[in-house]
């Protein structure tokens, strides 16, 4: 029998300064903590079962690249040892900013193979709209940097929906990003929620100030022609769209975020992370970072939730993850999971939403039309079960947010 594949995500809360727009579990201006905390999530993985084999190991944040590449060495050999297998894919999230260069031959040796590079926008004047802590050329240079380290997997994000940017913007800033050759893309439209849900962490006073500022400038019509203007630019160079938000050169899709949206088990350690069963349990860790380090080193757990999903509940993650993939999900394997073809189950969704041209059916696939992409909320008002919707995790609620 084969061995069911596991994934560990490793959540690193500290970042130089704390964008306005982020609701990530962050903190700002703690940076000599991190030693300790690096021992904090060692006690935590050691606390926990070690269950399949290890695939996928995606240092997530915060900003990861303020570890020292000693550190990262020390979490990626614990999880070798703990799950007695060798990772395929470790991915390390990074920051550009030149006051916070990372050891990049360090990481290399330590065993990431894969980078995020929160590059955001190529062109200076989104950067200080965005007010975020680097330059256009800063982030040219992380690239190359990251590059000449030996990295050949390298990840992109970029925002599009900022104000002020116009098409022919983000058109420029999109050109400029595919000529940097990254194996991957990941493009977010601005998210400027005022009221972020109970997974968020709560904004910060002038940042709610921040967001409504720049929330009145935003154009929806316009978010929607700069997604579209990317599908049509990646594809054209060669791009595989693959979710919602991702585009790779053939083969090079982040595996880490496929296991998500096939709803992998998955182990998260550290502050405010998730964790999820495969099957049915999912719990989260506390947010508080000194409530964490403060559990993990009195010997508990540093978990504040749990729950058990519900047969309905599950149905709809399947639906609502599977729809994030570009090519569909599949009828099969939902009737195999859930006992029903998903288009009888859920008839009037799958019905009002292909009158709508927001889905489609095409054999055993389900999946967004192009529109749909672009109002994935709307195709999946009708899927969602009438209890438990408000406690969907972080994936899925990534995907009720889409685009
Ligand atoms: S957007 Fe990135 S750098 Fe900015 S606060 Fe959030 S995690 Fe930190």
Avoid: K
């Avoid at 935003?218 to 594809?235: F, G, K, P, S």
């Amino acid at each position: 029998m084969s061995v069911a594949s596991h994934h560990l995500y490793v959540h690193v809360p500290f970042c130089r300064l704390v964008c306005a727009y982020c609701d990530f579990v962050t903190v700002g201006g703690r940076r000599a903590e991190l030693p300790r905390y690096v021992d904090a999530l060692l006690g935590e993985m050691s606390m926990r079962p070690a269950r399949g084999e290890l695939e996928t190991v995606y240092f997530g944040g915060g900003t990861p690249s303020l570890l020292a590449a000693s550190a990262v060495e020390r979490v990626v050999q614990e999880a070798r040892d703990r799950w007695r297998s060798v990772p395929v894919e470790v991915t390390l999230e990074a920051n550009p900013s030149q006051r916070e260069v990372p050891d990049w031959s360090g990481l290399r040796l330590a065993g990431v193979n894969r980078i995020s590079l929160g590059l955001q926008s190529l062109r200076d004047a989104e950067l200080r709209t965005l007010a975020r802590g680097h330059t256009a050329s800063e982030a040219r240079r992380a690239y190359l940097a990251a590059r000449s380290a030996g990295f050949d997997n390298v990840s992109i994000d970029l925002i599009y929906g900022i104000p002020g940017q116009s098409l022919a913007d983000w058109r420029g800033g999109l050109r400029a990003a595919i000529a940097l050759e990254p194996e991957h893309l990941s493009l977010y439209a601005l998210q400027l929620a005022l009221a972020p849900d109970e997974w968020a962490a709560p904004p910060r006073s002038g940042a709610l100030r921040w967001r409504r500022r720049l929330a009145a400038r935003q154009q929806d019509d316009l978010a929607a022609d700069q997604y579209r203007l990317a599908e049509d630019l990646l594809d054209a160079v060669g791009y595989h769209h693959y979710e919602l938000s991702s585009w790779a050169r053939v083969g090079r899709e982040s595996r880490h975020n496929a296991a998500y949206w096939a709803r992998r088990a998955y182990t998260g350690i550290g502050a405010g992370a998730h964790s999820y069963d495969g099957e049915a349990i999912r719990s989260w860790n506390t947010g508080d970072l000194d409530r964490y380090l403060a559990d993990v080193e009195t010997g508990r757990q540093p978990v504040t939730g749990t729950e058990r999903l519900s047969e309905p509940d599950r149905a709809f993650e399947a639906i609502a993850l599977g729809l994030r993939r570009v090519e569909g999900t599949s009828r099969c394997a939902f009737a195999a999971e859930f006992g029903e073809d998903p288009v009888h189950r859920f008839a009037p969704a799958v019905e009002q939403g292909c009158a709508n041209g927001l889905l489609e059916v095409d054999d055993d696939l389900l999946r967004l039309t192009p529109n749909g992409r672009l109002l994935a909320n709307e195709a999946l008002l009708g899927f969602l079960p009438e209890a438990g919707a408000s406690r969907l995790s972080e994936p899925v609620r990534e995907a009720a947010a889409a685009r």
